[in-house]
């Protein structure tokens, strides 16, 4: 799979604010679909289809636990958005360091022209 459309399908996914919040609690621990839907006024359908959009996502894995199917979240792939960012991140502070650098050496050029006559009184 392209890196660019895998990091599309994973902000894609995290557009949702549902979605986000089942991402930052399966960061505290593994948890089942009935554990990730009690908070919400959602069914546990509803949430289940939320997962779905995540496991395609790859954020999200399902396993087998006995009777258990605890939802896990696979925390690598916020190593491939992190470096997406970090690169823009990198970018503008460099444009950012080229304008002081631009602006400490116009503020160290003598000013030319004539001053500004001042208003008679």
Do not use: N
């Amino acid at each position: 799979m392209v890196a660019e459309d895998r990091l599309s399908r994973v902000f894609s996914a995290l557009a949702d604010p549902i979605r986000r919040d089942i991402v930052a609690r399966l960061a505290a621990g593994d948890a089942t679909v009935g554990e990730l839907a009690e908070p919400y006024d959602v069914t546990v359908q509803a949430v289940s289809k939320h997962l779905r959009v995540l496991e395609d996502a790859g954020l999200v894995s399902r396993s087998r636990d006995a009777q258990r199917r605890p939802c896990h979240l696979e925390a690598e792939v916020f190593d491939l958005m992190t470096q997406w960012i970090e690169r823009y991140r990198r970018e503008a502070e460099d444009r950012f360091r080229r304008l002081d650098a631009l602006l400490e050496h116009m503020d160290e050029q003598p000013v030319t022209g004539t001053p500004p006559k001042e208003a008679a009184s």
